[in-house]
């Protein structure tokens, strides 16, 4: 019996550790599209852009952690869009390389929205 607790113990951490790469994975595409897409918006390299997308995950977790709130653009709503923009704009203090205006921010918040609901994937962790 020990045995089996300690195989589901395992496969639950390497099936979180999957989760957490593809999540990682996926906001990092979803980050270089809207990036493209956004004037205003500029990611430099490869290294700021891998950043970037673990900085917004961390930020994105904390949020969650804290309030509950999911910083989706289309997943809560008004707030869901204005913490989207907020996350997209703080991240440039955190990552050389990466940098975005409060317009820019805005128009990548809906951009970000967009590419993140078509793209599959589950969002929680």
């Not at 409060?102 to 809906?110: E, M, N, P, R, S």
């Amino acid at each position: 019996m020990s045995e089996q607790n300690n195989n589901a113990q395992t496969s639950n951490g390497t099936s979180t550790f999957g989760q957490i790469v593809g999540r990682l994975v996926t906001a990092a595409i979803v980050l270089a599209i809207t990036a493209f897409f956004t004037p205003g918006f500029s990611i430099n390299n490869f290294w700021s852009l891998a950043i970037a997308a673990i900085v917004l995950t961390i930020i994105d977790y904390l949020i969650v952690k804290f309030t509950g709130l999911h910083a989706s653009p289309f997943g809560k709503g008004f707030v869901g869009f204005i913490l989207a923009a907020v996350t997209l704009y703080v991240t440039q203090f955190f990552v050389a390389g990466y940098s975005i205006s409060w317009i820019a921010a805005i128009i990548g918040a809906v951009i970000y929205g967009i590419v993140d609901y078509f793209l599959p994937g589950d969002e929680q962790m």
